[in-house]
């Protein structure tokens, strides 16, 4: 049996898009050629992320100006989800506010 790898992204107090893209980094253990953008985060998702689960925190404590980036987030956690259950792998998502 596989054990569970989860990984968890607190976002609570973040007040800027690069802090943000920080603790994605550090949450994912993401490689320093991580370019701190939505598209590399779709991109080293797919190649390094190798967690059945992600838990996501604090996302109504962000400013309202990042909520567009907090949507993103959730966007592409919902298309890896989706692409790992077309070929047959399971990562759960869990959105806590």
Known sequence: MKKEKIVTLDLTGCKYLGEIHQRIKKAFDFPDFYGE?????DDLLWSEC???KVVVL???????????????????????????????????????S
Request: glycine share 4%; proline share 2%; no cysteine.
């Open 50 to 52: 190798d967690a059945n």
């Open 58 to 96: 604090g996302e109504k404590a962000v400013s309202e100006e990042l909520k567009p980036s907090i949507e993103m987030i959730n966007e592409i956690l919902q298309e890896l989800k989706e692409h790992r259950k077309k070929y047959g792998e399971q990562i759960e998502i869990e959105i806590h």
């Open 37 to 41: 953008n939505w598209s590399a985060f």
